[in-house]
């Protein structure tokens, strides 16, 4: 399916070398092409998020979808070239060896999205939209069957177009969310509002009392860190910053308001008054997800902080009368799923079962390990801890798990000499920069960076897949997927359909697992609650 600058959409059949098998129709808009089409089982198309949403508002839905600038990016990122345009005119002045246009900048953070994304960068040369889509999706398709890895290429391609209508149904029903209860939530927290956006009473409280504890007629800014590091110095307490850990360790009588403030900020800030006016309409927060946003395939937003609401802010999400919220959170996903990257026999025994993995770890190092002491050791040998509890246990985790240590070593060591690493499935890091490949300190962040990209970037993977399994599980049902991030969905259900809600995100992750990682004993459990409320999930 191509659009035209009109609105209009040109659709082919395609074989299966993405050539047209087929005369090419013309259909009004996108929504009248679906509708006449039903017996389609995939849609190929330049960018689900520019065509899928006029098709959700028509009532209308689609089995399978192949985002072209989705797999853009996945294929530049293989190829070493991460970070390239990826649009279809980008792609397309690539096959035609002309510059390359810019992509366009992304949705500001703070802005509420429009219902559709911007319009599409030009295509070179006026080039026909329908041309050009054919020539891309066939050229990709080549591009496909030269990775290091084809099959498992393809695999990525379809778990991240399949994440693109997962991303675009989310925010077409909306998080459930209550606006007089956020409301009554604020009002609690932060007390009265003043007018001219001043700080709210409990804030202000907090400040005057963090400027007594340095005494007399002193006035410190709270919300200014270069003020409290000042204050801080002239009390003879050295600071290197006021995050809340390094706050913690001072002994000092501005520590416990200063840390409330900076909590009860953030919440103003991030999730106050004016967000709620902004982010809630008809009981719905509705953000636009960005699947594929940072370079490990984790998902990012435009706007809202969607991936980063407080607990206690979550009160506020509430399920419809008569409605539950299924809220399903993967257990030890990321050491799981390194059993299953690196296919370590010793560690996969240990992942084998739905029980708590660090507690079984423990219970096979003998004297001297327990549960806290396992999980030190398996998530420092994952992201690289150099010192402290992890690094002394990290020797006996080597012996036990020789090929899992050694997955996550080689990783480290190939991004300290400046060299791109894959996930599983192919999602690829960028390699350094040839003329400062980085050396000591540098070097070893890298490395740590690698070391955890396989993994993390692995897991989403599976994470897509389960995804994509999740919702064709649900079809049928008036169940609807409302939130996901990297490894918690939330499903907003009919009570009596909740059960089922519940086996479905089991069978959907046993069915990523067998999809991504083949047969193996790896099992990937989840924690399930169904609840009224998010924040009585956990």
Not at 166 to 190: F, I, K, S, T, Y
Not at 234 to 261: C, F, K, N, Q
Not at 351 to 364: F, H, I, K, N, V
């Amino acid at each position: 399916m191509a659009e035209y600058p009109d609105g209009s959409v040109r659709v082919c059949p395609l074989d299966a070398s993405g050539r047209p098998a087929g005369a090419v129709r013309a259909e009004p808009d996108a929504a009248t092409a679906v509708a006449a089409r039903p017996w389609v089982t995939r849609w190929v198309w330049r960018s689900t998020a520019s065509v899928y949403p006029e098709v959700l508002a028509a009532g209308l839905r689609v089995e399978r979808c192949y985002d072209v600038e989705a797999a853009e990016a996945l294929l530049l990122g293989h190829e070493g070239a991460w970070g390239r345009p990826r649009s279809l005119a980008a792609a397309l002045a690539r096959l035609r060896r002309l510059p390359e246009p810019a992509d366009p900048p992304p949705g500001a953070p703070d802005e509420q999205p429009s219902l559709f994304e911007a319009a599409p960068v030009p295509l070179p040369g006026g080039e026909d939209p329908m041309n050009a889509l054919l020539a891309v999706y066939a050229a990709q398709l080549e591009r496909t069957g030269l990775a290091q890895h084809p099959a498992r290429m393809r695999l990525l391609l379809a778990a991240e177009s399949a994440g693109t209508l997962v991303a675009v149904e989310m925010r077409a029903a909306g998080l459930p969310w209550r606006a007089d209860v956020h409301r009554r939530l604020l009002d609690e927290l932060l007390g009265e509002r003043y007018p001219g956006g001043a700080e709210p009473r409990r804030l202000a409280e907090l400040a005057d009392e963090v400027s007594r504890a340095f005494g007399e007629n002193v006035r410190v800014r709270p919300d200014l860190p270069a003020d409290v590091i000042r204050a801080f110095a002239r009390a003879g307490v050295r600071i290197s910053s006021t995050r809340a850990w390094e706050l913690r360790d001072v002994d000092h009588p501005a520590v416990a308001p200063l840390l409330e403030y900076k909590r009860l900020y953030r919440i103003w800030t991030a999730h106050g008054w004016s967000w709620l006016r902004t982010w809630v309409r008809d009981g719905r927060f509705r953000t636009e997800y960005v699947v594929g946003g940072t370079m490990s395939g984790r998902w990012t937003t435009h706007g809202g902080g969607a991936l980063q609401i407080p607990k206690v802010v979550r009160r506020a999400v509430v399920a419809d009368p008569g409605w539950r919220l299924v809220v399903a959170d993967a257990d030890q996903l990321e050491p799981r799923v390194l059993a299953a990257i690196s296919r370590d026999r010793g560690l996969m025994a240990v992942a084998s079962s739905a029980e708590d993995l660090y507690t079984r770890l423990a219970a096979g190092q003998g004297a001297g390990w327990d549960r806290e002491a396992a999980k030190l050791a398996l998530l420092g040998a994952i992201y690289g801890q150099t010192s402290g509890d992890g690094l002394r246990h990290l020797a006996d985790l080597r012996r036990r798990f020789p090929a899992a240590v050694a997955h996550v070593d080689e990783a480290a060591l190939a991004g300290e000499r400046g060299e791109a690493v894959r996930t599983w499935l192919g999602r690829t890091s960028s390699a350094a920069d040839e003329d400062a490949p980085g050396v000591g300190a540098t070097a070893r962040a890298r490395g740590r960076f690698t070391r955890n990209f396989v993994v993390q970037g692995s897991a989403s993977e599976w994470a897509l897949l389960m995804l994509a399994a999740l919702r064709a599980q649900l079809r049928g049902m008036a169940a609807e997927l409302v939130f996901f991030q990297h490894d918690e969905v939330l499903v907003h259900c009919p009570e009596n359909e909740a059960p089922a809600v519940t086996l479905a995100v089991a069978a959907a992750s046993r069915e990523a697992a067998r999809l991504a990682f083949g047969d193996i004993p790896v099992l990937f459990p989840f924690t399930t609650a169904t609840v009224e409320c998010y924040a009585h999930a956990k």
